[in-house]
């Protein structure tokens, strides 16, 4: 953990004669501003905070989401080349009656010089990363380099590409403010038949790219690791993410991937290093399929037609109860009638998991943002889209109030 030196034992006599026990618990319920305040107390009280900063980790409180206006007359399954721009809002999911002090445009951002056209990732433990892309759709050789923000303190940095001309790419945000300030980015180079060629690290305490990892480890002879796997990475994220999704959980970054012809969860480390290969449920995989983590455990959702007439769709939703024992148990199954989600080229989608609660968010056909709240066994219409406009990804917003050393903006 990143924190000024001396201010490690210093939280036991943080406020005199109050047990720190307590004192935490009272600090769990104060908003996170305001804890960020009290570090500047004094030493003790900075030390205090830093060494439970698990304990102090703030809620999820709402839902950045992505919208596309297409122009009249595009298809949407050709690969065309039309002047596209997404549009970026906010909803509030707490009954607060004071307005989150966020700006759900990212005008901090857009108002940029050298930006133009945002593309959001994955956000990751109060992070979003962007991708910088050319403003005219083609394929994803178009990357210009990469912006990772804080939305609560509009703090930010621009990343540069690591130097891959393949034409797909995939890039993701790894973040533990509990473990550190500092953030990684894990690109994958993927080649023909989704395989995948190659994954490069960028480190922001170190501001630079490490060189390919297959090549390394294939060089150094090591047995384990990626010469363990024939991977391919599962493009299967949904509408408009343009790549697998991915869950950031105990150090680890977790994606679906096909090993030997099997669907199954990979989990790399922040040195780019193949871990783990986690075996899915045997009826897991099928199109448009969600990982994601929630209560610090990994989530998997699938689905399909729940009958032969195709008149019901059937949501699943699985938990990794055991990581060690890959024991993965049916949390969830949420129907819908046909007339909700049949007959639509988009079909249904699940966009994210609610990172504290029993809830996962989901698009019918990208005209209609909606969640089910698994205790409540309720569906609800969160926001609905009209004309041309479409629902094309939605992400976590988790206040985090300090400043990073990593996100200084030198514009």
Same mark, same amino acid.
């Given at each position: *953990? ?5 201010? $490690? ?37 900075? &030390? ?11 809620? *999820? ?55 133009? /056209? ?5 956000? /990751? ?7 910088n892309r050319h403003k005219i759709y083609s394929l994803p050789q178009s990357t210009l380099g990469y912006i990772v923000c804080n939305p609560t303190t509009k703090q930010w940095v621009a990343v540069p590409t690591c130097g891959s001309t393949a034409s797909f790419t995939y890039t993701y945000l790894a973040f533990d ?13 993927? &080649? ?42 599962? *493009? ?9 999704? /991915? ?24 040195? $780019? +290093? ?17 990982? &994601?983590?929630?209560? &610090? ?5 699938t689905q399909g037609f729940s009958d032969a007439h195709q008149e019901r769709y059937q949501l699943r939703i699985w938990v990794l109860q055991d990581y060690d024992t890959q024991e993965w148990v049916l949390k969830d199954t949420l129907e819908l009638s046909g007339e909700n989600c049949i007959g639509n080229m988009w ?26 709240? *698994? ?27 300090? +400043? ?8």
């Amino acid at each position: *953990m990143d924190r000024p030196e001396g201010s $490690g034992s210093a939280s036991a006599s943080a406020v005199g004669d109050i047990p720190e026990g307590p004192l935490v618990e009272i600090l769990s319920r104060v908003p996170g501003k305001s804890v960020c305040r009290f570090e500047c107390v004094s030493k003790a009280w900075l &030390g205090l905070i830093a060494d439970n900063r698990k304990k102090l980790r703030q809620a *999820m409180q709402g839902l950045f989401y992505r919208t596309l206006e297409y122009p009249e007359g595009y298809d949407i399954t050709a690969f065309e080349l039309y002047d596209l721009e997404y549009i970026y809002s906010f909803i509030d999911l707490t009954t607060r009656s004071v307005p989150l002090d966020i700006d759900p445009g990212f005008s901090f951002l857009t108002e940029l010089p050298e930006i133009q /056209c945002l593309v959001s990732r994955n956000s /990751c433990n109060g992070l979003i990363l962007f991708e910088n892309r050319h403003k005219i759709y083609s394929l994803p050789q178009s990357t210009l380099g990469y912006i990772v923000c804080n939305p609560t303190t509009k703090q930010w940095v621009a990343v540069p590409t690591c130097g891959s001309t393949a034409s797909f790419t995939y890039t993701y945000l790894a973040f533990d403010p509990a473990v550190s300030s500092h953030f990684h980015l894990v690109h994958f180079k993927v &080649g023909s038949n989704d395989r995948l060629v190659s994954v490069n690290i960028y480190s922001s305490e170190t501001g630079t790219w490490s060189r390919n990892q297959i090549d390394e480890q294939e060089e150094l002879g090591q047995s384990e690791g990626w010469r363990d796997y024939q991977v391919r990475l599962c *493009m299967s994220g949904g509408v408009g993410t343009e790549g697998s999704r /991915c869950a950031f959980v105990n150090g680890f970054l977790h994606l679906v991937v096909w090993d030997s012809g099997q669907p199954k969860v990979l989990a790399v480390d922040l040195q $780019g +290093k193949a871990r783990r290969m986690i075996t899915l449920p045997q009826v897991a995989y099928s199109p448009g399929c969600y990982l &994601g983590q929630s209560q &610090g455990l990994l989530h998997y959702t699938t689905q399909g037609f729940s009958d032969a007439h195709q008149e019901r769709y059937q949501l699943r939703i699985w938990v990794l109860q055991d990581y060690d024992t890959q024991e993965w148990v049916l949390k969830d199954t949420l129907e819908l009638s046909g007339e909700n989600c049949i007959g639509n080229m988009w079909g249904f989608f699940v966009f994210n998991i609610h990172q504290d609660c029993n809830v996962v968010f989901f698009t019918k056909s990208g005209r209609e943002l909606m969640s089910y709240d *698994m205790c409540r066994k309720e569906v609800s219409v969160i926001a609905t889209f009209e004309g041309r406009n479409h629902l094309t990804d939605a992400f976590q917003y988790v206040p985090y109030f300090s +400043k990073l050393p990593a996100l200084t903006n030198n514009h």
